[in-house]
């Protein structure tokens, strides 16, 4: 399977973006995805996740009641709405697949296999 995240842009403190992690190859529907993001000369950081059974999801402390991780099934995408974003959001953000049904989410990086090309946020203050 290969990942693509797009939908990143530039917008002033306060306003909102929906990006999309967009699978070919493969359905990505029961697999569990998550967005990561990465600002310069920092570690890539967990933002969000959707288990593969669909009943749970998993924020960062920082995005919780801003961001929704959420499945379009019929476009095979995970889409990720920002809303009131920060300028500490800005970051290029990424998806990632785990290939493993885990019990329970997991927010290390290490445990995603799949990664598509990241997409830029930049959030003005």
């Known amino acids: 399977v290969q990942l693509q995240a797009s939908g990143g842009g530039l917008v002033q403190a306060g306003g909102y973006l929906r990006l999309s992690c967009a699978a070919t190859g493969r359905a990505i529907s029961t697999s569990t995805v998550a967005w990561f993001r990465q600002a310069p000369g920092k570690e890539r950081e967990f933002v969000a996740a959707?288990?593969?059974?669909?009943?749970?999801?998993l924020y960062a402390d920082s995005v919780k009641g801003r961001f929704t991780i959420s499945r379009d099934n019929a476009k095979n995408t995970v889409p990720l709405r920002m809303n009131n974003l920060k300028p500490e959001d800005t970051a290029v953000y990424y998806c990632?697949?785990?290939?493993?049904?885990?019990?329970?989410?997991?927010?290390?990086?290490?445990?995603?296999?799949?990664w598509g090309q990241g997409t830029q946020v930049t959030v003005s203050s």
């Open positions: 990632g697949r785990d290939r493993a049904r885990r019990i329970g989410l997991v927010t290390g990086p290490s445990a995603y296999d799949d």
């Open positions: 959707i288990s593969w059974s669909n009943l749970s999801t």
